[in-house]
């Protein structure tokens, strides 16, 4: 039996080269303490980074790291040892009546956090399982030390059913120091070079303000003198003096091309520097416009952009990842975030390891949800409950931008929305009048041959759908009225990331250079997207899209007025969401003259949002019945909660497609060495996803195939991508089904 116990071990080394266990253990306890601190959980953390690996004091343990290393040739065992289970067991039997807590974080903290019971991985399985004594274990290490306290929540024990979901997301934080002190501590053992890689946040949110000052100084005295600039002016002014306000949830409700993208980043910066919050997160609702936003800050801070702009979502481009990047999207240890709100919430409810690291970056923080009416129906109530937790309990900021209505606000019929909501534009309603830049019309009933006529008449036009199918049909009907059109443009999901990334850069190109400019696109242009056209044509859906589509139109008012024409196809029958908003819209319209009138849009709102029937409408998966009171059960399934938190359905595939010559050569690499995480990330801007019928379809055409080598999809048939509608599905049995991504 060995007279020293370790935590790792170096392959090829001695054990005089082995990190002792109990500088490990006091490592990750002063890491994980400093991190809870920030919760005011210093005692929290470091009984878990204490503790977390007390199985390893066991002599099984110790015997199979010497097996593992060759120093014990004749022990027979050589299967891993579970050492986790022993810590857990230690603190729910000592600490009480909290221990529960500190066993959910300790067992969890390799293989994610666990329900609470039902099967032998749940913490009531581990809290049972017969483990291997760790007497060895020195008293200091056992030791509790002063009494663990109640955690450091503003519990309401009136409201028990809020009560259990706030210290199961204190449990979560709690995780997240946890693993993420216990990752950098072994790294900095086991990867001396990555570690030293890891970047420093010494960027202080005061020189990034600094530098976005200096930015928008140089834009006010080189902006044209317009009505439209005057307004965003107005906008960037409301929200610097009301950066001053106390932390809490704020509304920015600003019409599209208001400038609120980077007044919002001004509130935040001032906000966080008056309050000495650390971080910024900006989540936005889609990927193919994040990078855009991404690459707008970064224009903005300039040189200092590499050391403070975290770009983290599944399209990030690889040319703009760095070595110091992907460390720092590990944990999210950069002062300014970018990411999806998928990214966010799904972490918020994650269960895994990999996805909480990040969590307790969170605290402290200011976090913009641009288009927050986005947030899915089904999900709005662990949303709405998740975002109050955080400024309740975790010192957050909450800014809420929209173009159109503050929709999460808790009114008469929507008993779950936020309360004390500051609405930083004094009068939305006002700005939104002087913002006026389009006329909206409606068009009624219209087949895609009506619709062909009336483009005809267009020199420049930007035409929205709900479908990709079409939008792929209405484009090959105008390209068959004029076969060299190099002014007629399709945009779409169906387009890997890279394509749609070019075709955008055309289209602002001629629009800048005031050349004709058509372009058919599915919804993906209406958000983040800035392009300025004359007229916008735009398929009937919600009114929250029509208005997002209205500021593609007339987008700096260099026009006296836009003109912004709502149709209804009569050649595409929709299903699911898309049918549910659409005949939400008609049912409005009918008492509105102007479909963008604000009254609408509330009307709109009341319908969709805030009068679903109930409030198993707004959690339709039950996540908040995976935290059930009374309290003092702690029975918490975390793991069920992160399988029923789904934001986006993983009922698609994605295929690899081999757009041009790099695309090419990464999918040959794919071919020969495998999959890489690196590979795979450079391999994200060529991909497409498609249902699974779709799948099938061209799998059954041969179009595509399925490697037998690594598993993934690739685009076979050179012909089933084409140059302007990206991979091709207007073919029979693909447009009757086609309904909602974009």
């Given at each position: 039996m060995s007279l020293k116990h370790y935590a790792h071990t170096i392959a090829g080394c001695l054990p005089e080269s082995w990190e002792p266990l109990d500088v490990h253990l006091r490592e990750v306890e002063r890491r994980a303490g400093e991190m809870a601190q920030e919760m005011s959980a210093r005692q929290w953390g470091e009984l878990v980074g204490r503790w977390h690996d007390l199985g390893k004091y066991s002599a099984e343990f110790q015997d199979y790291l010497r097996a593992e290393n060759g120093l014990e040739a004749h022990l027979e065992q050589h299967s891993r040892v579970d050492h986790s289970t022993a810590g857990a067991q230690h603190a729910d039997s000592v600490v009480k009546p909290w221990g529960k807590l500190l066993a959910y974080v300790i067992a969890g903290h390799h293989a994610g956090l666990t329900d609470a019971a039902g099967s032998p991985s749940s913490l009531e399985g581990r809290l049972a399982k017969n483990i291997a004594p760790f007497d060895e274990a020195p008293t200091e290490i056992r030791d509790v030390g002063d009494p663990l306290t109640i955690p450091p929540l503003a519990i309401n024990q009136a409201d028990e059913a809020r009560a259990s979901f706030q210290v199961a997301l204190f449990t979560r934080m709690l995780f997240s120091c946890l693993v993420d002190a216990d990752f950098l501590a072994t790294e900095a053992f086991m990867d001396i070079a990555r570690s030293a890689e890891r970047p420093e946040t010494k960027v202080l949110l005061p020189a990034i303000k600094q530098s976005l000052d200096d930015y928008l100084s140089k834009l006010s005295r080189s902006s044209e003198d317009t009505d439209v600039n005057q307004r965003r002016t107005e906008v960037l002014a409301a929200c610097r003096e009301s950066?001053?306000?106390?932390?809490?949830?704020?509304?920015?409700?600003?019409?599209?091309?208001?400038?609120?993208?980077?007044?919002?980043?001004?509130?935040?910066?001032?906000?966080?520097?008056?309050?000495?919050?650390?971080?910024?997160?900006?989540?936005?609702?889609?990927?193919?416009?994040?990078?855009?936003?991404?690459?707008?800050?970064?224009r903005v801070l300039g040189d200092l952009a590499e050391d403070v702009v975290l770009e983290h979502h599944s399209n990030l481009d690889p040319k703009r990842e760095?070595?110091?990047?992907?460390?720092?999207?590990?944990?999210?240890?950069?002062?300014?975030?970018?990411?999806?709100?998928?990214?966010?919430?799904?972490?918020?409810?994650?269960?895994?390891t990999s996805r909480c690291r990040k969590l307790h970056n969170l605290i402290g923080s200011v976090i913009i949800l641009d288009e927050a009416q986005t947030l899915p129906v089904e999900l709005l109530q662990p949303c709405l409950a998740v975002l109050r937790e955080l400024v309740t309990d975790y010192r957050c900021t909450i800014v809420l931008c929209t173009a159109t209505q503050p929709v999460l606000n808790r009114r008469e019929g929507f008993a779950i929305g936020l309360e004390n909501v500051q609405e930083i534009i004094p009068d939305p309603r006002q700005l939104d009048e002087n913002m006026q830049r389009v006329r909206a019309h409606s068009l009624g009933a219209q087949t895609d041959s009506q619709l062909v006529e009336r483009f005809e008449e267009q020199s420049s036009f930007l035409c929205i759908v709900n479908t990709r199918a079409h939008a792929s049909s209405l484009y090959r009907m105008l390209q068959a009225q004029q076969a060299e059109a190099d002014d007629l443009f399709h945009l779409s999901t169906l387009m890997c990331g890279e394509h749609r990334s070019r075709q955008i850069i055309e289209i602002r190109e001629r629009l800048k250079d005031k050349r004709c400019c058509r372009v058919i696109s599915t919804q993906l242009i209406e958000a983040g997207v800035d392009v300025d056209f004359p007229i916008v044509f735009r398929a009937m859906?919600?009114?929250?899209?029509?208005?997002?589509?209205?500021?593609?139109?007339?987008?700096?008012?260099?026009?006296?007025?836009?003109?912004v024409f709502v149709f209804e196809p009569t050649d595409v029958k929709l299903h699911g969401y898309l049918s549910q908003v659409t005949s939400t819209a008609r049912e409005v319209l009918p008492d509105f003259d102007d479909l963008l009138d604000p009254a609408?849009?509330?009307?709109?709102?009341?319908?969709?949002?805030?009068?679903q029937g109930g409030e198993h409408q707004w959690d339709k998966p039950d996540v908040m019945g995976c935290f059930p009171k009374p309290l003092q059960k702690f029975a918490f399934d975390f793991r069920t909660a992160a399988e029923r938190f789904r934001m986006i359905e993983d009922a698609s595939h994605s295929i690899f497609v081999p757009y041009d010559e790099m695309a090419t050569k990464l999918i040959d690499e794919l071919d020969?060495?495998?999959?890489?995480?690196?590979?795979?990330?450079?391999?994200?801007?060529?991909?497409?996803?498609?249902?699974?019928?779709?799948?099938n379809e061209l799998l059954r055409a041969g179009d595509v195939q399925v490697s037998t080598e690594h598993g993934y999809a690739l685009l076979t048939n050179p012909d089933a991508y084409d140059e302007q509608l990206g991979l091709r599905i207007d073919r029979p049995g693909f447009m009757e089904a086609e309904t909602l991504i974009a």
């Open positions: 950066a001053t306000s106390p932390p809490g949830f704020f509304s920015l409700t600003v019409p599209t091309g208001g400038g609120k993208t980077l007044a919002s980043l001004a509130f935040a910066l001032d906000h966080a520097n008056l309050h000495v919050l650390k971080r910024v997160v900006y989540a936005i609702p889609f990927t193919s416009i994040i990078e855009q936003t991404a690459e707008q800050f970064r760095t070595r110091r990047s992907r460390l720092a999207a590990e944990n999210w240890d950069a002062p300014l975030v970018v990411t999806t709100n998928v990214q966010l919430f799904e972490s918020l409810f994650a269960a895994r859906t919600g009114l929250d899209s029509i208005a997002q589509a209205a500021g593609r139109c007339n987008r700096e008012g260099r026009l006296k007025s836009g003109d609408a849009i509330q009307r709109y709102f009341e319908l969709h949002y805030w009068k020969q060495a495998g999959s890489s995480r690196g590979l795979l990330r450079q391999l994200q801007r060529y991909s497409v996803n498609v249902f699974e019928y779709m799948f």
